[in-house]
């Protein structure tokens, strides 16, 4: 069979309507740069890329080398093409403009430019998470506020995993497409086309450590999933963590499943642990249009208005049997004290 490369894929989706050259372009220039930031995974000790940094983000997270490196890789290769607005990064305080010397386009793009720091050290998958948006017409600069969209005006979302093979997966809205690099000739292959999250699922992910700092409904969610075939759900479950969201969520949309990260007394305050511009949305985005669910535990994440550029959120998306069941807990315990 013959093979379709990502630039083949993204010239189809041009022809069939679903997105313009601008937002082509700005895919290609995402994807030349996660390879490079594959190759600097892949270096290791050898490339002096891991450990720290010896600086913190702004949400106070000491950061990797790679976390660094990789933001660096992203927008220089986003600054020249004329495909965007302004970039925003889980890695920097402000958003930044696209320098006068290049014309500006008209989408804003937001990233984890390194999800899942603290595997980088152990040689476990991590990755890149993106999101697009429009950029308002008729604007002098670009500030927070025009990124301050809710999930559902997205125009594509993605993430690449460099595990074992670096995978791209994909979507502008019109189902969830996976790319493998091919090493030799350095290309994206579409390696699965049309990715579907079954219903339902026997598997969950969270990290269980945190349990005795979860809400009620958490508890009697979990509960119920560890009591297995012996508790009301009549069957048994099995748990994987990651603790990469990319490597957890691919998972998910390979296989099924469940990713949960909850909201907990100790984090209540800051709203959750991810991120909903740089992780929720784009993976809600991407869960949703592989027939799957992503929601607080209480609401759909792409109908949140955003209140801040780094704001925080709860995510629980996978299978959507069961993120149904689990936000039905919260409503029904939510009713229940009200
Ligand atoms: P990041 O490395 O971008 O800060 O994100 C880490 C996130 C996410 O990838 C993962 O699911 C979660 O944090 C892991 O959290 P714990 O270490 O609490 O398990
Ligand atoms: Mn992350
Ligand atoms: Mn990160």
Redesign the pocket.
């Given at each position: 069979m013959k093979s379709i490369s990502l630039i083949q894929f993204l010239i189809e989706e041009k022809r069939a309507g679903h997105i313009n050259s601008e937002l082509s372009l700005l895919i290609e220039v995402v994807a030349r740069a996660c390879k490079r930031i594959s190759v600097a995974v892949a270096k290791g000790a050898l490339g002096g890329v891991l450990g720290n940094a010896g600086t913190d983000n702004i949400q106070g997270?000491a950061q990797k080398k790679l976390d660094v490196i990789s933001n660096e890789i992203l927008l220089e290769a986003n600054a020249w093409g004329g495909h965007l607005a302004a970039c925003a990064s889980?890695e920097m305080d402000d958003p930044q403009p696209i320098p006068d010397a290049y014309p500006k386009g008209h989408h804003l793009l937001l990233f984890?430019p390194?999800?899942?720091?603290?595997n980088i050290d152990v040689n476990v998958s991590v990755g890149t998470i993106f999101s697009v948006l429009r950029c308002p017409d008729d604007i002098d600069e670009v500030l927070a506020e025009h990124f301050l969209q809710k999930g559902t005006e997205q125009v594509a979302a993605g993430y690449v995993v460099y595990g074992p093979s670096t995978l791209l997966v994909l979507t502008f809205g019109h189902g969830v497409h996976e790319f493998t690099l091919d090493r030799e000739h350095g290309s994206f292959v579409l390696s699965r086309r049309g990715m579907t999250i079954p219903a339902q699922t026997s598997e969950f992910a969270v990290?269980m450590a945190n349990q005795r700092h979860w809400e009620a409904p958490m508890q009697r969610y979990i509960g119920e999933l560890q009591a297995g075939s012996t508790g009301p759900r009549g069957r048994d479950f099995n748990m994987r963590?990651v603790?990469?969201?990319?490597a957890?969520v691919h998972r998910i949309v390979t296989r099924g499943g469940v990713f949960i990260?909850p909201l907990d007394a100790r984090i209540r305050e800051q709203g959750g642990?991810?991120r909903l511009m740089y992780?929720a949305n784009p993976m809600a985005f991407i869960v949703e249009q592989a027939g799957g669910a992503a929601t607080t535990g209480r609401e759909r994440i792409m109908g949140l208005q955003p209140t801040g550029l780094h704001q925080r959120v709860p995510v629980f998306l996978g299978s959507k049997d069961e993120i149904d069941v689990v936000t039905r807990y919260h409503l029904e315990s939510d009713d229940s004290r009200a």
């Amino acid at each position: 069979m013959k093979s379709i490369s990502l630039i083949q894929f993204l010239i189809e989706e041009k022809r069939a309507g679903h997105i313009n050259s601008e937002l082509s372009l700005l895919i290609e220039v995402v994807a030349r740069a996660c390879k490079r930031i594959s190759v600097a995974v892949a270096k290791g000790a050898l490339g002096g890329v891991l450990g720290n940094a010896g600086t913190d983000n702004i949400q106070g997270e000491a950061q990797k080398k790679l976390d660094v490196i990789s933001n660096e890789i992203l927008l220089e290769a986003n600054a020249w093409g004329g495909h965007l607005a302004a970039c925003a990064s889980e890695e920097m305080d402000d958003p930044q403009p696209i320098p006068d010397a290049y014309p500006k386009g008209h989408h804003l793009l937001l990233f984890d430019p390194l999800d899942g720091s603290s595997n980088i050290d152990v040689n476990v998958s991590v990755g890149t998470i993106f999101s697009v948006l429009r950029c308002p017409d008729d604007i002098d600069e670009v500030l927070a506020e025009h990124f301050l969209q809710k999930g559902t005006e997205q125009v594509a979302a993605g993430y690449v995993v460099y595990g074992p093979s670096t995978l791209l997966v994909l979507t502008f809205g019109h189902g969830v497409h996976e790319f493998t690099l091919d090493r030799e000739h350095g290309s994206f292959v579409l390696s699965r086309r049309g990715m579907t999250i079954p219903a339902q699922t026997s598997e969950f992910a969270v990290n269980m450590a945190n349990q005795r700092h979860w809400e009620a409904p958490m508890q009697r969610y979990i509960g119920e999933l560890q009591a297995g075939s012996t508790g009301p759900r009549g069957r048994d479950f099995n748990m994987r963590w990651v603790a990469s969201m990319v490597a957890d969520v691919h998972r998910i949309v390979t296989r099924g499943g469940v990713f949960i990260y909850p909201l907990d007394a100790r984090i209540r305050e800051q709203g959750g642990k991810l991120r909903l511009m740089y992780e929720a949305n784009p993976m809600a985005f991407i869960v949703e249009q592989a027939g799957g669910a992503a929601t607080t535990g209480r609401e759909r994440i792409m109908g949140l208005q955003p209140t801040g550029l780094h704001q925080r959120v709860p995510v629980f998306l996978g299978s959507k049997d069961e993120i149904d069941v689990v936000t039905r807990y919260h409503l029904e315990s939510d009713d229940s004290r009200a």
